[in-house]
């Protein structure tokens, strides 16, 4: 099956020689194309028993890689366990509108930051409203900057429980359908969005390029403000999840994820690429969609996030502060089990994800098997960014 990398290979060469990239995005672009390739290096099994020998080359461990993303979903999900408590979980999606995606992407990091804390504090500051919930609640959230179709689509995936911390130490249970009015949600997002938004631009943080110039403007920008400012957010809100289980396959499913994945990929044909994608718009009917080579990777190199760039972070009962008392007490209070705090081990979880002993012989099941390192057959390219 054609994949992300064999793209890059044979046409990624050809998109850097026409377009100029920043550091970080040719990185992640040399890390995919080398991933699991002589090019990294590797190791050399050979089995003393049977004489069965087999060649793995090192991955990239670059987070916008698609072939490196499971081992570390399922490392991160399995630290994340002991986080959850016993009670339903939603799922929040908030979005900003399609008219500043051209901002954000040139401002990456000051847009996708204030994205964070503007969805932060609207859940935070409205659970702690008595007229809602009146309770801290604990939430993870994780940033998506695409849709199906590659386009650049902004916005905040979050995990919410059912129910928050009392000043009081006590546990307040959330209404079924949410805690918090839909249409209260996306108007407190949307000004707090705007306000982090005008404070940027005063403090000179935010730049603009070609068809966004005029915003140089502050006269253009406070307009363009007002016009933010008079259309509806959208903010969904979908039903709880009914087990702590369904709460992980979640977080399995959507922390990882890159722009898109190697399953999508249909064929690569003389500088075309056809790939799956779901038409949300049209009633989520699954549909094919070409598009060249070229357009393919500029699209998909507006996901590279900038250096160093946190896109999952944990709020409130699950901020770094006084967690571990915070979530002791929530679990006493919610009857939920004191899980065990040991982590799996790397061979644990590969095990988990191939079925199989990876220290034990595929052919014959011996447990005799030497490990001879590969060096690298070429520069070694920058792993994780």
């Known amino acids: 099956m054609p994949e992300l990398q064999d793209i890059f290979r044979q046409y990624g060469e050809s998109y850097r020689q026409k377009n100029k990239l920043p550091p970080h995005v040719l990185k992640a672009m040399r890390a995919i194309e080398n ?17 069965h020998t087999k060649i793995s080359y090192n991955s990239c461990r670059n987070r916008h890689c698609p072939k490196c993303q499971t081992l570390a979903k399922e490392r991160w999900v399995d630290n994340q366990k002991g986080n959850l408590l016993n009670v339903g979980y939603f799922h929040i999606v908030l979005t900003i509108p399609d008219i500043l995606n051209p901002i954000a992407f040139q401002n990456q990091k000051a847009v996708y930051g204030i994205l964070f804390k503007a969805a932060a504090e609207t859940l935070t500051e409205l659970a ?6 009146g309770a801290t609640v604990g939430f993870t959230s994780i940033l998506h900057t695409w849709g199906q179709n590659l386009s650049h689509h902004p916005h905040i995936h979050c995990v919410v429980p059912g129910g928050g911390l009392t000043s009081l130490g006590k546990w307040i249970k959330s209404r079924k359908k949410f805690f918090i ?13 705007l306000f982090y938004l005008k404070q940027a631009y005063i403090n000179e943080k935010l730049s603009f390029y070609g068809t966004q110039s005029n915003l140089v403007n502050k006269n253009k ?3 363009f403000l007002s016009t933010l400012y008079s259309k509806e957010w959208v903010v969904y809100c979908k039903p709880p999840f009914k087990t702590a289980a369904s709460v992980v396959e979640y977080l ?10 190697n399953s999508r990929i249909l064929s690569i044909d003389h500088g075309v690429i056809c790939f799956k994608w779901r038409d949300y718009k049209d009633n989520s009917k699954s549909k094919v969609m070409q598009l060249t080579a070229e357009e393919f990777i500029r699209r998909f190199l507006i996901h590279v996030l900038p250096p160093k760039f946190m896109k999952i972070r944990h709020y409130g009962l699950l901020g770094s502060r006084n967690k571990k008392e915070k979530l002791t007490l929530c679990k006493k209070l919610t009857s939920t089990a004191l899980c065990n705090s040991d982590k799996a081990s790397t061979l644990d979880l590969i095990i988990r994800l191939v079925g199989r002993d990876v220290t034990k012989c595929p052919v014959c099941g011996g447990n005799h098997l030497l490990k001879t390192g590969l060096p690298n057959r070429s520069p070694p390219v920058a792993l994780a960014s």
């Open 35 to 51: 991933c699991r390739t002589s090019a990294l290096g590797g190791h050399i099994d050979v089995c003393n028993d049977c004489g």
């Open 128 to 133: 702690n409203d008595k007229k809602h919930l």
């Open 181 to 193: 009015p839909v249409k209260v949600l996306s108007r407190k997002f949307r000004g707090e969005f």
């Open 221 to 223: 920008f406070h307009s």
């Open 252 to 261: 399995g499913r959507y922390t990882h994820r890159v722009a898109i994945s």
